[in-house]
Structure formats: C-alpha cells, structure tokens
C-alpha cells in the first residue's frame, strides 16, 4: 500500500519545510514551528495518503509546512485569536488543505469502485476537476457545520459557565 510511504513524507516534509520557512523569516530555527510543522504535514496527508504518490506526499506535506507558519501568524495577529498551540492552525488550516490536496494530487492509481464510484480518484492535475470540486464542497461543508455548531454549543456554555474572566475595573 502507498499510504505508508505517503504518510512518512508528508510528515518529513512538513517538518522540515516549516524549520526551513522559519530559519530563512528569523535567522533561526523554531523547534516549536518544527514540531507543528510535523503535525501539519501529517494532518495534511491523512485524507490523501491512499491516493497520492510519494513525490506528491512531499509537495503536500512542504506546503503544509509553510502554510502552518503563515497560518499561525495570521490567526494570532489578525484573527486576534489566542491559539498558544496552534490547533486551529495545524488541525483546521492544514486538515482542509489535506482534503483540496486529494482534488488536486490524486493520481488514480487507487479508489476504483471506493464509496460505489466506478473508475479511479483523480483529482485536477490527472485530469478530473470534479474530484476537486467534491473535496471543496466537503470542506465548505464541514466549515459551516463546525461553526454554526460550535456557536450554538459555546453560546449556551456561556450562559452556564461564563467563558470570559470578569473584568476587575
């Protein structure tokens, strides 16, 4: 099975893309941006691992590296979000960007008769934009459903257990 491979590059790359990205900003590495690094790359191969090559695990798991870096930054400093261990960075950012990876990396090689659908998974740059087009309903989907669910859920949490310490002035 190719899963194996995929899944360890992937990781590898995420790892050390996001050490890389980091060096090259600071002028040092962050072990910290490393380890969520790793983290990304492996949340990111997760959905595409059965369906993507090796060559591709890599590109997926690099990007996810980079886009962890950039992520964690923006949701802090503009989103104003205190996220101290980047979970909506590794998990959210990266988790979607492993689903569009499947549209777009899936070589074909695997998936043929997977869920009922006759024929391989291919995603855009083998040929097949409707695969694409299925994995960014899927996230669009699974963005609404997260948020609208957890606004209801932390909206009544608020009025059970208030989430914000009390202003003391």
């Not at 002028?27 to 990111?44: F, Q, R």
């Not at 060559?55 to 503009?78: D, K, M, P, T, W």
Request: hydrophobic share 55%; proline share 5%; glycine share 14%.
């Amino acid at each position: 099975s190719a899963a194996p491979a995929a899944s360890g590059c992937g990781v590898a790359a995420g790892a050390f893309s996001s050490m890389l990205y980091m060096w090259m900003l600071y002028g040092k590495p962050d072990i910290s941006m490393s380890a969520n690094g790793l983290l990304a790359g492996l949340v990111a191969i997760t959905a595409p691992c059965a369906f993507v090559n090796s060559v591709s695990a890599v590109l997926i798991g690099l990007i996810a590296g980079v886009l962890l870096c950039i992520s964690v930054v923006f949701v802090e400093n503009r989103m104003k979000i205190d996220d101290p261990v980047g979970a909506i960075s590794v998990h959210g950012v990266n988790g979607a960007w492993g689903v569009i990876s499947l549209g777009l990396f899936a070589d074909g090689s695997y998936g043929d008769g997977l869920n009922a659908v006759a024929g391989p998974v291919t995603g855009l740059f083998y040929g097949n934009a409707s695969q694409l087009a299925a994995q960014l309903i899927g996230v669009a989907g699974n963005f609404v459903f997260v948020f609208a669910t957890m606004y209801v859920f932390f909206t009544l949490l608020d009025k059970v257990v208030p989430l914000r310490v009390p202003d003391p002035g």
